[in-house]
């Protein structure tokens, strides 16, 4: 597969999901929590596309039942104090032709900023809301993307998306985990269903230099504060 990004390869088994640093080989076990952040400058790159196909939307409601009441505007800034991040967001950006995520460029004036994932739910609705950003670019070193630092977040941190229509959403981070590209879990991540949650999304791992691509992806999770 052509390297055009930087995000980790994201498979789907039977039902896709996401949601949004460089450690040792030791960490890639499924299910690492917490610090997984990078230890040291990591190989400027560029890795293979996701290969993520995210389900559909919910075609109805059930009878009865409110599904993605909240107001869907889309996302335009994220901060992270934790980790001294507070950035506006790149386009948003959905599937390629083929089903696999649209990664951002890695040239162009906004490619070390973080993505929304438009074919998902907006923060505040229903279901999994995904941040994507990548880790690094291939230019060279200082060339750090805005989530560099994801894996550094811990539970307990606080997340503030502020919405195109001016709102402002507030989460509480509950995990940030560390998943190998074979069992990346694409159908909680990118769930569209389920109460809101908040996702952000990089790559992690070690890097592969004969594929030009980090092995894992960090995937931080919160709920609303």
Excluded: K
């Amino acid at each position: 597969m052509a390297p055009v990004g930087v995000m980790t390869r994201l498979r789907v088994a039977s039902v896709g999901l996401v949601v949004v640093v460089v450690v040792g080989a030791g960490f890639l076990a499924l299910g690492i929590v917490r610090s997984v952040g990078p230890s040291q400058t990591p190989p400027f790159h560029q890795s293979a596309h996701p290969t993520a196909r995210p389900p559909r939307p919910v075609a109805a409601p059930v009878a009865g039942v409110i599904v993605n009441a909240a107001p869907r505007s889309a996302p335009v800034s994220v901060a992270i104090p934790a980790i001294g991040v507070s950035s506006v967001l790149g386009p948003e950006r959905g599937l390629n032709p083929d089903g696999t995520i649209d990664d951002a460029p890695l040239s162009g004036p906004t490619w070390a900023l973080p993505w929304w994932y438009d074919g998902g739910p907006a923060p505040g609705q229903d279901g999994s809301a995904v941040i994507l950003g990548h880790v690094d670019s291939a230019v060279g070193a200082g060339h750090l993307g805005v989530f560099y630092r994801l894996g550094d977040v811990q539970p307990g941190a606080s997340i503030t998306v502020t919405s195109a229509d001016g709102a402002t959403t507030d989460w509480v981070v509950v995990s940030t985990v560390l998943y190998p590209d074979q069992g990346f879990p694409d159908a909680v991540v990118y769930d569209p269903t389920g109460p809101p949650t908040l996702r952000l999304v990089t790559c992690g791992g070690a890097f592969d230099p004969q594929t030009h691509s980090y092995q894992s992806a960090v995937v931080v999770t919160a709920r609303p504060a």
